[in-house]
């Protein structure tokens, strides 16, 4: 135990040396970026920045050394230990001594996360170099910047590379496996044969369809022995809607595609009911081969272009720009994200590091990150949407249109009466809360006379005050409160001129004079009336609100006794009313958006709301007859460029810059943006042929697809950070190619496909591999694993249970009953990803992911091996018409082999398969030898008449025990996530027959979980 805390100290200081000096993988580095920088640099650089000359205790943040080293109370972080790391304590709050930012500065709750997740991944950090000191914001390129972009590969423009002469005239299809070849023979190396027939057919089936060939596809194309054969194949295999759905999952990683908003404001449901409309758009797009320069120029400004009031659908493309998360509501995080997914997506540049200051490595200045968000802070997500895809009209739609109206109307109703609930609790409260407004919220005063009333909940008390206060203060130029109009004046009056000034205020009061209109009722309640002090003019006033909440209780009883249903309309005297409703309103929920009438209300009517709305959403997510509506974004009537915020801090504004294009990709004639806010203009600059990037990126993705391993294995960063290309002459002929074919990505499938280098065995050869470990010279096809969602559809293929129906709402595919439907048409949640997802390693919808991290893990066998899902299957296969039809053991050995690995078995394969069939006995087979195999798992419960009496009352005891603990773990589990889980079930999906498997279920499960299915040769 002596030894612990050195290990503790050992281990801290292998972490701190993986963040010092280790190269920080891409997600830790986005994170960092995107997260963890603008958080220090909005809250900690004021008083901790080396270049800001600012280090209070001795703490500076803008460096790592600064950290590291820390200050009077040492390093601030300790790697991988968030709870012993002195920032993160800071932060939290907890110690009122020990509170950093100030507490008028707190960091937000989601900050706090953040900072805590970045030590808890042993706080990677990218800043090696001292601290810059602070210059002017704004300006253009520096010439460093500029010697970059002369330099760097990824920006200079795109020519035709010569293709060139290699030695073996005889193996090369075409001028791509030229390139390749080039390569192979400057190291005197050779290609590898090619791939056999059946291998051929299973990798382009999964590389373009994500599923595998059926054994009469697999047998067709080794019968064929035409030249022509394997571009059949492939021609089919791209006219295959099947295609669409393999490829449109790739386009929605980098898209950030989830069915959820992330962390929401104010308890809003993040459930994104029309996210659906934008993946149906990318996978319709890949399968009608849509022109990749018109898919961007959509995604970025499909409303702008000529023909979209004709073509609704494809106003779904902008869900590109809105499904990133919501954090929170906060608008410059928004921004940026939008900012980020756009230049990673179409450009391969990470500009929003220039988000706080120059970027470190590219030639993108800061200025250049604020006219992007000139664009987009130009822009607006409106209330209503237009349809994307119409609901099938019938029976269906109508149940849908009916219950939508209901929930509607019964939520606006039970938000009204709450409403009108609180109206009262002000009502009768009034003469307490009269004098309250206009007091500083945070005075002690304040703070003590709220605490003191025990009749008004705190929270409650503070916004009917702070309702007053807003009522009150109407800016001028603006209609004045008839009701509060004239407490401002009354409360203006200073106690030692009140009895002088007092007689003037209620001359005014009578008067009705423009000058100060006065509600009647209130009015009336001082006519007549000669109060002496400013208390006794509040009791009047007070008696006023009073006698609105009496004629309330009093006027809806009545209502209500004959025969009134609903919510109570309100007090026959309009003046009334009006003095009723002054402070609380009800009357703001019973038109218009639900979600637009909630800021700076109660917590009550928060939460009331959010139910509502989270129940409205999850029927508009999951039903049948609900319309696809377009998550579109709309231009500003007023577009307005954006300032430079120094150090990204939006309190801190610098000089106004335009809306234009990236300047390293401009030119010298680079001109600000004129049409509206700029998106048209600004897709069109990415759509550009003579950008030098965008053609660059989407070839390195497709060769990324179909090799393992891209001509740049950062597809998001091309960047002066990234490696230079395996073959940039090929990367820059194929992009050239890409576009003077029209931008088809289907012409650059069949260009890779039916190459010689893309059809090489990937069998290995040691003596290649001495020269070219890494195979980036391509001398053989690389191993690859299946992701999750081939993975799945392939399982239920083979057993025949694939639902091929596409589009549509999203299903639970996570949880029993499981849906057949296709992986990409699963319910994604950006909040609580499934973990079997996570396992294997789908794309995080927080960030643009070009690139899924691939990890080799013991909980993806065990998926394999245990899932409910994949062991029904197996008995599926078995039950498969061609493998009943099977007249001996070795015909259905033979048939299993076709059907999971699309061959036959070899003579060892066979062996084993036939020496284990050969060990069941006859009877093995039978469901009642295999449920007495398995047997229950547990004894059955006791016989309790041979019990005692005592001892049967303790059992009994003991089980009511446990079955409330098991109704209680229900109920804690029945959280939001898995409401919503169930809302989006699948009326198609079964639940598993879990009785034991059968010896050839057995054998067929076997042969499911082997690596064999679940690679790609």
């Known amino acids: 135990m002596k030894q612990l805390p050195f290990l503790l100290f050992i281990l801290s200081l292998s972490a701190a040396t993986v963040a010092a000096g280790a190269e920080i993988p891409a997600d830790q580095l986005q994170f960092f970026e995107n997260r963890v920088r603008p958080a220090l640099v909005e809250n900690c650089y004021r008083c901790h920045s080396e270049s800001g000359g600012q280090s209070k205790g001795g703490l500076t943040l803008d460096t790592r050394q600064g950290w590291e080293k820390g200050g009077k109370h040492g390093p601030a972080l300790n790697p991988g230990h968030p709870e012993e790391s002195l920032l993160i304590q800071a932060v939290r709050g907890t110690d009122p001594d020990f509170t950093m930012p100030p507490k008028d500065g707190k960091l937000s709750a989601a900050q706090t996360a953040d900072l805590e997740s970045w030590v808890k991944m042993g706080a990677p950090d990218p800043r090696t170099a001292p601290a810059a000191p602070a210059v002017a914001a704004g300006g253009p390129m520096t010439e460093s910047m500029k010697a970059k972009a002369a330099s760097h ?132 797009a890949f399968n009608a081969d849509k022109p990749f320069d018109q898919f961007i120029r959509e995604q970025i400004a ?26 929170q509501g906060n608008l410059p995080d928004i921004i940026n994200d939008r900012i980020d997914v756009v230049t990673k997506g179409f450009l391969g540049l990470t500009v929003t590091c220039a988000r706080c200051h120059d970027h470190k490595f590219d030639p993108v200045p800061q200025a250049d990150y604020y006219s992007l968000y000139g664009v987009f802070n130009s822009c607006h997500e409106p209330d209503e949407k237009p349809v994307a895809v119409p609901a099938q009209r019938g029976a269906g739609t109508a149940v849908y249109e009916a219950e939508r109206a209901r929930l509607t109307a019964q939520g606006r109703d039970r938000l009204v009466e709450q409403m009108n609930h609180h109206a009262s609790v002000f009502n009768a409260n009034a003469r307490f809360f009269l004098p309250l407004a206009g007091i500083n919220r945070r005075s002690p005063e304040f703070q003590a006379r709220i605490r003191e009333q025990k009749k008004v909940d705190a929270p409650l008390a503070q916004y009917l005050v702070q309702a007053i206060t807003h009522s009150m203060n109407v800016p001028r130029g603006q209609k004045q409160s008839l009701v509060f109009g004239p407490l401002k004046r009354l409360l203006a009056i200073p106690p030692e001129a009140f009895e002088n000034r007092l007689p003037q205020w209620l001359a005014q009061m009578g008067s009705d004079r423009p000058r100060m209109p006065v509600n009647p009722a209130v009015r009336a309640a001082f006519a007549g009336r000669q109060p002496k002090t400013r208390d006794e003019a509040l009791d009047i006033y007070a008696s006023v609100f009073a006698n609105a909440d009496a004629a309330w209780h009093r006027e809806e009883e009545a209502w209500r006794q004959s025969g009134g249903k609903g919510n109570f309309p309100g007090l026959s005297d309009r003046d009334l009313e009006a003095v009723r409703t002054a402070v609380v309103n009800p009357s703001i929920f019973k038109t218009g958006s639900i979600d637009a009438a909630l800021r ?36 500003d009537p007023e577009p307005r460029d954006s300032p430079v915020f120094i150090r990204g801090q939006i309190q801190s504004p610098g000089p106004v810059v335009p809306r234009q294009f990236l300047e390293c990709l401009s030119g010298p004639d680079r001109k600000p943006f004129t049409q509206g806010s700029g998106r048209l203009e600004l897709a069109q600059a990415i759509a550009s042929p003579s950008n030098p990037l965008t053609a660059r990126v989407l070839v390195n993705r497709v060769w990324q697809h179909h090799f393992g391993e891209g001509f740049v294995s950062t597809p998001d960063d091309l960047g002066v950070m990234s490696g230079a290309p395996a073959n940039p002459a090929l990367l820059d002929w194929l992009a050239s190619e890409f576009i003077r074919g029209g931008w088809s990505v289907k012409r650059l499938h069949r260009t890779v496909l039916l190459s010689k280098t893309w059809q090489q065995s990937s069998a290995p050869d040691a003596a290649k591999a001495e020269v070219d470990p890494f195979n980036r010279l391509l001398w053989r096809q690389n191993v690859r694993r299946l ?27 996570e949880s029993e009953p499981y849906s057949p439907r296709r992986s990409v048409y699963g319910f994604i949640d950006r909040n609580e990803m499934a973990e079997f997802m996570r396992s294997f390693d789908v794309a995080n919808p927080e960030l643009p992911t070009g690139r899924r991290f691939t990890s080799i893990i013991p909980q993806q066998a065990l998926f394999r091996m245990n899932s409910l899902l994949v062991i029904e299957q197996a008995r599926n296969i078995m039950a498969r018409p061609d493998l009943k039809a099977c007249g001996t053991d070795a015909e259905r050995v033979r048939k299993l082999y076709e059907v999971i690995y699309q061959r036959a078995p070899n003579e060892t394969e066979m062996r084993l398969a036939m020496d284990y069939l050969q060990s069941i006995t006859p009877e093995a087979g039978t469901p009642e030898a295999v449920a007495a195999a398995a047997g229950d798992g547990e004894a059955g419960p006791p016989d309790l008449s041979r019990m005692s009496r005592q001892d049967r009352r303790a059992y009994l005891a003991e089980q009511r025990r446990r079955q409330r603990l098991e109704q209680r773990a229900m109920a804690n589990r029945k959280n939001a996530s898995t409401q919503v889980r169930e809302a989006v079930r699948d009326p198609s999906a079964v639940q598993v027959d879990r009785s034991p498997l059968t010896p050839w279920e057995q054998y067929a499960h076997a042969l499911l979980i082997t690596n064999e299915m679940a690679y790609v040769n």
Do not use: C
């Open 153 to 284: 590969w990824a920006f200079q423009p795109l020519g035709k590379p010569e293709v060139p002469q290699v030695r073996d005239t005889a193996w090369p299809a075409g001028d791509l496996d030229r390139f390749i070849l080039s390569g192979l023979e400057s190291k005197n190396l050779a290609p590898s044969p090619p791939a056999d027939r059946r291998t051929l057919i299973r990798r382009a089936s999964l590389d373009l369809t994500g599923l595998p060939p059926t054994p009469e596809e697999a047998q067709d194309f080794v019968s064929d022995e035409s030249p022509q054969a394997f571009g059949k194949v492939v021609d089919r295999l791209l006219a295959s809607p099947r295609y669409g759905e393999r490829w449109g999952r790739f386009w929605l990683d980098v898209a950030r595609y989830a069915d959820t908003l992330g962390r929401m404001r104010q308890l809003l449901t993040p459930l994104n009911p029309n996210a659906w409309t934008y993946r149906d758009y990318v996978i319709g």
């Open 600 to 635: 700076g209300l109660p917590r009550v009517i928060n939460i009331l709301a959010a139910g509502i709305t989270a129940e409205i959403a999850r029927l508009d997510v999951s039903h049948a007859g609900a319309p696809g509506l377009a998550n579109v974004i709309y231009d």
């Open 302 to 327: 499909a409303d702008l272009l000529p023909g979209a009031a004709e073509n609704p659908a494809s106003l779904a493309a902008l869900g590109f720009i809105t499904q990133g998360g919501q954090f």
């Open 787 to 813: 992701d999750f969602e081939a993975l799945r559809d392939s399982i239920l293929f083979m057993g025949g249970k694939l639902d091929t129906a596409m589009g549509g709402h999203p299903v639970n595919i």
